[in-house]
């Protein structure tokens, strides 16, 4: 299974952008979606995060308040809507999924092997 991410692009310090994550014709119940993001040096990041079985939910302590994920069950589609960007938001932006059958928390960054990788989609936030 491929996820198909995308929304990426270049946007002031201030702004907003939305990621999507799509995955047309999988069925995943059982599964949940998130972000990771890496910027360049740094190491690779666990943004966020969605229960596809219960609709819980996971951030990072860098991004909560401004970062708000979300899903469409009949697209396949999970969103990142990320508002009040900062320069330090800039990274290559990866959705990924991981089989997971209860309520998320950032034990799936931490713990779980991701199942499923999408293409990065780089997110660049000027000053």
């Known amino acids: 299974v491929q996820l198909q991410a995308s929304g990426g692009g270049l946007v002031q310090a201030g702004g907003s952008l939305r990621l999507s994550c799509a995955a047309p014709?999988?069925?995943?119940?059982?599964?949940?979606i998130g972000w990771f993001r890496q910027a360049p040096g740094k190491e690779r990041e666990g943004v966020s995060c969605?229960?596809?079985?219960?609709?819980?939910?996971y951030y990072a302590d860098s991004v909560k308040g401004r970062f708000t994920i979300s899903s469409d069950n009949a697209k396949n589609t999970v969103y990142l809507q990320m508002n009040s960007l900062k320069p330090e938001d800039t990274a290559v932006y990866y959705c990924?999924?991981?089989?997971?059958?209860?309520?998320?928390?950032?034990?799936?960054?931490?713990?779980?092997?991701?199942?499923?990788w999408g293409q990065g989609t780089l997110v660049t936030v000027s000053s």
């Open positions: 014709g999988f069925t995943w119940d059982y599964y949940a």
């Open positions: 969605i229960s596809m079985r219960d609709g819980s939910t």
């Open positions: 990924a999924a991981w089989w997971v059958t209860g309520a998320v928390s950032r034990l799936v960054f931490d713990f779980l092997p991701v199942e499923y």
